[in-house]
């Protein structure tokens, strides 16, 4: 797991993202939002530092890689992967992937439908149980509510893992998370701008 809220399969050179919603920023800076431009650049300069000091051969994106409709960002993704074109990028489709079909054409990229299998593991962006393989999804924003001993509280993005299925935080900037209440049995390793550290 990495700060930068993403996980890499390291056996398989393979690096797990979700949700990054690419051109989020853009509508609302459209809609008349106050919103930094610098911002919008942000989760492609995260996620190429990643690439350019690991050893990735696949980058698996778990859904809503683009927020909505068709805007300029989408340009901008395209010509990102253009300069790691030694590597593969896998979108498992979300609620988002909403462009058309033609827009998804590149030589390094590949679309699948929700629910793509990795040896043990389901991959998909909605939370899936399946009977046998172990789900790895994105889709909630998971963040957790950490309280100090004077009523100080801090909510931060996380990791969860239950029994059978691990959510990933959001990668991308400016998408809200959704706050959880952990069960019994899970696991949660909450986020800083340094590190991933193990909270329950």
């Known amino acids: 797991m990495l700060p930068e809220k993403a996980i890499i399969w390291e056996n398989k050179k393979t690096l797990l993202v979700a949700d990054l919603h690419l051109g989020k920023i853009t509508h609302f800076r459209k809609a008349g939002i106050a919103v930094p431009a610098a911002a919008?650049?942000?989760?492609?300069?995260?996620?190429?530092?990643?690439?350019?000091?690991?050893?990735?051969?696949?980058?698996?994106?778990?859904?809503?890689?683009?927020?909505?409709?068709?805007?300029?960002?989408?340009?901008?993704?395209?010509?990102?992967?253009?300069?790691?074109?030694?590597?593969?990028?896998?979108?498992?489709?979300?609620?988002?992937?909403?462009?058309?079909?033609?827009?998804?054409?590149?030589?390094?990229?590949?679309?699948?439908?929700?629910?793509?299998?990795?040896?043990?593991?389901?991959?998909?962006?909605?939370?899936?149980?399946?009977?046998k393989a172990y789900n790895l999804c994105g889709h909630i924003h998971p963040a957790i509510r950490l309280r100090g001993a004077s009523k100080q509280s801090i909510t931060l993005p996380c990791f969860i893992f239950s029994k059978s299925q691990a959510i990933l935080p959001s990668f991308g900037t400016f998408t809200g998370s959704a706050r959880i209440e952990p069960k019994k049995d899970d696991v949660v390793y909450a986020i800083t701008d340094q590190e991933v550290i193990k909270v329950l």
């Open 40 to 131: 919008k650049q942000e989760n492609l300069s995260r996620l190429s530092d990643i690439l350019l000091n690991y050893r990735i051969d696949r980058v698996i994106i778990l859904g809503d890689l683009f927020h909505s409709h068709y805007n300029a960002t989408w340009l901008d993704f395209k010509q990102f992967i253009a300069q790691f074109i030694e590597i593969q990028f896998i979108l498992v489709m979300g609620n988002h992937d909403i462009l058309e079909a033609k827009q998804y054409q590149a030589p390094n990229l590949e679309i699948v439908p929700e629910g793509l299998m990795e040896s043990e593991f389901i991959l998909t962006h909605h939370p899936y149980l399946h009977e």
